[in-house]
């Protein structure tokens, strides 16, 4: 046997495995994304779901041959690319052999707001006059407009109160009445004082430790749910070395909240300063804004806020980063945000670390809700005494409702800490809404659980809600009555978990899809469904499957007569 027989002349391919990518496609990417060669910013991974949308913008899809050539372009693995995009549900990636999506897709949101004001009966009728050639109707998750309520989304434009004439007129004639947002410009806000605290604390006036106590006398906390004391979480990123990084999370997908987008439409300059403060108190290198995909009224308000600032020279360029959501409520969660911001799919971190310690690009990071630093120079200005003054029932401080179900006036309404549900209603509400008699409520959105008429009397507040098995969350209340579907509201809930589970964790991923069935049967079983939700509390990654339960709990343990009543059989 010759050597050439043992060792063969090696082979090989020529060029990487996959399908070949048309020179051109490369091409219309660098025009489309307006690269540079010289510039690599372009092509860091953190700007892999900014460039998705804009591919997604300009062909309304993305296609697989997109998809390659973005891979190549950041020299990403194509499965990398390909996860991101799958992951996010306003992203509708088409296979080579499938047919692309109709020009005009109409998003019906189907959450419980929604529903109760007869989304499913609308969505039905707008499919029945589609031409399926032209147009696709679909579903959606929250849109943020639950005062609104229902909502459709025509393209990348909201019709609120929608019927099925006044989409089809808009579908029909293609005016879709852009946002008229009437927010306060910079020199506005200036002449009310506004940047005042910003350039007090640059310029050493005032101190991190002075502010730090200030918020700390005014008992602000994280108003995206949590609560966490805000000068807390200053002082344990400040206690981690730089550099470190600033964040702010503006993906408020929780169904039933929308008091963000009611701040930052009517005032993006006073959040702007708050956000500002916030980072110069940890000595942030660049300010995040990571904001949802459903607002893009509000993608433009900021956008022009921001430019404001850098013309005046209150912030410098590019040390303000917007980031553009892709429809995930699971990145309401603040370390899948973080990886959203990486460009990855957001997928809950495992804890410890935290992201105070290792958060954006690894770095130590100050993650805070809109709201929360929207308050800080209200706060500095009007005193920390101004802010915990108020409250009802021993309760101190204000909160900002989001108001929607069966009531009158659906909307954003500030009110004391520790106010019932009767007196919001009531008070800031205009009552219930005619015809309908209060049978429970949601007291802090989908999550938050449910609770009977019975005890609309417990104060609304932190802290108060646990021994219902409840808590207040981002404070989204969502108003029942004696004429709405119990089974409708807890299927609706589950089908939402379980659509935007991020599917890393059995427990979650597998309770959610299950309990769901459970509760489609004509009879709960109650020792079935608390087993699987102490499974599902106990062993989730994060709050999403943690929490699911909750509405469902909340239905066993005090509405057994009306689910009786509604021939829902409950055994155990």
């Not at 106590?213 to 206690?239: C, I, M, S, Y």
């Not at 009611?262 to 959040?271: Q, S, V």
Request: net charge negative.
């Amino acid at each position: 046997m010759t050597v050439e027989t043992l060792n063969p002349a090696r082979r090989f391919r020529g060029k990487p495995r996959g399908r070949d990518l048309p020179p051109v496609a490369l091409a219309a990417l660098r025009q489309l994304l307006g690269d540079e060669r010289s510039d690599r910013e372009l092509k860091r991974r953190d700007r892999l779901i900014e460039h998705l949308h804009a591919l997604q913008d300009a062909h309304g899809y993305l296609g697989m041959v997109e998809l390659r050539a973005l891979a190549a372009y950041m020299n990403l693995p194509m499965a990398e690319v390909y996860e991101t995009a799958t992951f996010y549900a306003h992203f509708d990636v088409v296979h080579d052999e499938q047919t692309p999506p109709p020009e005009v897709t109409l998003r019906v949101c189907d959450s419980l707001s929604c529903q109760l004001a007869g989304a499913a009966t609308l969505k039905s009728e707008l499919a029945a006059g589609a031409d399926p050639a032209r147009v696709r109707v679909v579903r959606a998750p929250c849109m943020g407009r639950c005062d609104s309520a229902p909502v459709v989304e025509v393209g990348h434009h909201h019709v609120l109160f929608a019927t099925r004439e006044g989409v089809e007129a808009v579908v029909d004639t293609g005016h879709y009445h852009p946002e008229a947002i009437l927010w306060q410009r910079l020199a506005e806000y200036r002449g009310e004082g506004g940047y005042a605290l910003l350039e007090a604390c640059r310029e050493g006036t005032v101190t991190v430790e002075a502010l730090s106590d200030e918020l700390e006398r005014a008992n602000l906390r994280g108003l995206g749910g949590a609560g966490f004391p805000t000068f807390k979480k200053w002082h344990f990123v400040r206690q981690e070395p730089g550099p470190r990084y600033c964040a702010i999370n503006a993906d408020e997908g929780e169904p039933g909240t929308f008091k963000d987008r009611y701040y930052l439409e009517r005032a993006p300059h006073r959040f702007l300063e708050g956000a500002l403060v916030s980072a110069w108190a940890v000595e942030a290198s660049a300010l995040y804004i990571y904001l949802r995909d459903e607002y893009p009224g509000l993608h433009r308000v900021l956008h022009e806020a921001i430019a404001e600032l850098e013309a005046e020279g209150l912030a410098a360029p590019g040390f303000i980063v917007m980031r553009r959501g892709a429809g995930a409520y699971i990145c309401g969660e603040e370390s899948a945000m973080i990886e959203s911001l990486e460009g990855k799919p957001g997928k809950p971190r495992h804890r410890p670390p935290f992201v105070a310690q290792v958060g954006l690009f690894g770095r130590p990071t100050l993650v805070n809700n809109v709201e929360t630093v929207y308050w800080i120079p209200l706060i500095h200005a009007k005193g920390a005494e101004w802010f915990a003054g108020h409250g009802r029932n021993g309760r101190q401080g204000l909160r900002s409702f989001s108001l929607s179900g069966r009531v009158k006036r659906p909307g954003v309404h500030l009110a004391p800490a520790g106010i019932t549900l009767n007196e919001l209603v009531e008070e800031y509400g205009g009552g219930m809404a005619e015809g309908h008699r209060l049978a429970g409520y949601l007291p802090g959105g989908a999550s938050g659980g449910i609770l009977p008429a019975s005890k609309a009397d417990i104060p609304l507040d932190f802290d108060t809600l646990q021994a219902e098995g409840c808590f207040i969350g981002s404070a989204a209340v969502i108003v029942l009555s004696d004429q709405d579907d119990l089974r409708a509201v807890a299927t609706n809930l589950l089908a939402f978990f379980a659509d935007e589970s991020c599917g890393q964790c059995t427990p979650c991923r597998v309770g959610t899809e299950k309990m769901l069935t459970l509760l489609e049967r004509e009879t709960w079983q109650v020792e079935e469904l608390t087993r699987l939700a102490q499974v599902m509390q106990d062993a989730s990654i994060c709050g999403l499957g943690q929490a699911a339960p909750n509405p469902v709990l909340g239905l066993l343990k005090d509405f057994r007569g009306e689910l009786a009543n509604q021939h829902v059989i409950v055994k155990g």
